[in-house]
């Protein structure tokens, strides 16, 4: 078989019938997978954006007592935490409503973490203290 007569009747299957509803229907399923994602990524902050910069400024002069209070440690994964150690919003920024983003920075919702525990936690929500 000739290089001609493989793209020839390829060519001619995607005219069928069958090619075109098995092409729509790969369309349908990709945009339903993709709802979550769109959804997620055209949400918007509740807060003003210039409040949630005072709340992680604040949030990080509070960052050398709660390294003591934790012991050095990261919080997620318990290794020793080096300079390059993030001040964590264990509840999301993202997740306050307008009406409770002042208890944001509640010491309860505050911990550090390392580096690679906090980019891997991101804007998600966690259960209990292992990521």
Do not use: W
């Amino acid at each position: 078989m000739d290089e001609y007569d493989i793209f020839g009747h390829l060519l001619e299957y995607q005219a069928t019938e069958e090619f075109n509803a098995s092409a729509i229907h790969q369309q349908q399923l990709e945009t339903e997978r993709k709802r979550p994602l769109m959804a997620k990524a055209s949400r918007k902050y509740r807060a003003d954006h210039s409040v949630l910069v005072q709340l992680r400024a604040e949030a990080a002069r509070m960052k050398s007592d709660i390294i003591e209070q934790q012991g050095g440690l990261c919080f997620y994964c318990s290794a020793e935490l080096q300079s390059s150690a993030e001040i964590d919003h264990i509840k999301p920024l993202i997740a306050f409503s307008d009406a409770d983003i002042e208890h944001a920075n509640d010491r309860s919702n505050l911990c550090v973490s390392c580096q690679s525990c906090n980019r891997r936690k991101g804007r998600k929500r966690i259960k209990g203290q292992q990521l």
